[in-house]
């Protein structure tokens, strides 16, 4: 019998759409899934899962397309954030019912940042889409989401990897999934051709100024400038900060998935993801 699992689930944008591979292939060879923890988008998917409904939101974002994504980008002009993020919260909760984290089927905590306060905030009752939406309030893209006097960011920006936050069980195994680890320098073999990154990635710019955002700078091949610039430094912290978290909490298994392997918005190449995760589990079972 294998043993039971307590799951860690990282920041990481689209490529965190990679989790729910992870967490079917440990179903698939029998692990357990006792309780969750995630940040940002690991706390999106953890979220979903712990209340039953990973199915659901998984064939919905498999049918996603790049026009699908840009209608649920609710713009703004706002200081503090080029996007509301209502319109994703409202789409998900179509398919995936608000509850309590308390009453969840699986234990589950999310992370997130107040930046008022300039502390870590855990969830782990209350408002299910309360913290997740939340947790995914990417600095400077999705705007601060005000709860109790709290001005909330993602959670990636203090605990990107929130292994020190699960709830572990005496007999439970931990099991850490980073998609934000550095550059793959592997050589490809069959399967890992799935996490080759595209030439044509969608940059978050590039859309923006499709949506009439004409004042921001143009994003040219792999010309440093505001976006990469920005995006390069978040990635750099993201992956300081979560080796830091391995080191000082070594998980059981530490499931890596290469920051070059999709964009941090591909959401519309969801159903490749899922299986890049897939992909990255078996190899690190294998290797467990």
């Known amino acids: 019998m294998y043993p039971s699992v307590s799951l860690v689930l990282s920041s990481g944008g689209a490529r965190g759409v990679a989790h729910i591979g992870v967490?079917?292939?440990?179903?698939?060879?029998?692990?357990?899934?006792?309780?969750?923890?995630?940040?940002?988008?690991?706390?999106?998917?953890?979220?979903?899962?712990?209340?039953?409904?990973?199915?659901?939101?998984?064939?919905?974002?498999?049918?996603?397309?790049?026009?699908?994504?840009?209608?649920?980008?609710?713009?703004?002009?706002?200081a503090?954030?080029?996007?509301?993020?209502?319109?994703?919260?409202?789409?998900?909760?179509?398919?995936?019912?608000?509850?309590?984290?308390?009453?969840?089927?699986?234990?589950?905590?999310?992370?997130?940042?107040?930046?008022?306060?300039?502390?870590?905030v855990v969830f782990q009752k209350g408002s299910l889409f309360d913290a997740i939406r939340a947790s995914i309030s990417i600095p400077t893209v999705f705007k601060p989401y005000k709860l109790d006097g709290m001005i909330l960011i993602d959670g990636g920006v203090v605990n990107p990897l929130p292994i020190n936050r699960v709830k572990r069980r005496k007999d439970?195994?931990?099991?850490?999934?980073?998609?934000?680890?550095?550059?793959?320098?592997?050589?490809?073999?069959?399967?890992?051709?799935?996490?080759?990154p595209e030439n044509s990635e969608l940059s978050y710019f590039s859309f923006l100024m499709k949506k009439g955002f004409m004042f921001l700078p143009k994003v040219i091949d792999n010309q440093l400038n505001y976006y990469t610039l920005l995006s390069q430094c978040g990635s750099l912290m993201l992956q300081q900060i979560s080796a830091m978290t391995v080191e000082m909490y070594p998980?059981?298994?530490?499931?890596?998935?290469?920051?070059?392997?999709?964009?941090?918005?591909?959401?519309?190449?969801?159903?490749?993801?899922?299986?890049?995760?897939?992909i990255a589990t078996r190899k690190a079972l294998t290797k467990y």
């Open 172 to 196: 439970d195994i931990i099991i850490a999934v980073d998609v934000s680890a550095p550059y793959s320098t592997i050589n490809e073999s069959s399967e890992e051709l799935s996490l080759k």
């Open 251 to 278: 998980p059981d298994i530490l499931i890596q998935i290469p920051i070059n392997s999709y964009g941090p918005y591909h959401f519309y190449k969801s159903e490749e993801i899922i299986e890049a995760g897939a």
């Open 80 to 120: 503090n954030g080029l996007v509301k993020g209502n319109k994703v919260i409202k789409e998900l909760k179509k398919i995936v019912p608000d509850e309590n984290i308390e009453n969840l089927p699986i234990s589950f905590t999310a992370v997130a940042t107040d930046i008022k306060n300039k502390k870590e």
């Open 23 to 78: 967490i079917e292939e440990l179903e698939r060879q029998g692990f357990e899934i006792k309780s969750i923890a995630g940040s940002s988008m690991g706390a999106l998917v953890g979220g979903i899962y712990a209340s039953g409904n990973l199915q659901v939101y998984k064939d919905w974002m498999c049918n996603l397309d790049k026009k699908a994504v840009f209608n649920m980008v609710d713009f703004t002009l706002s």
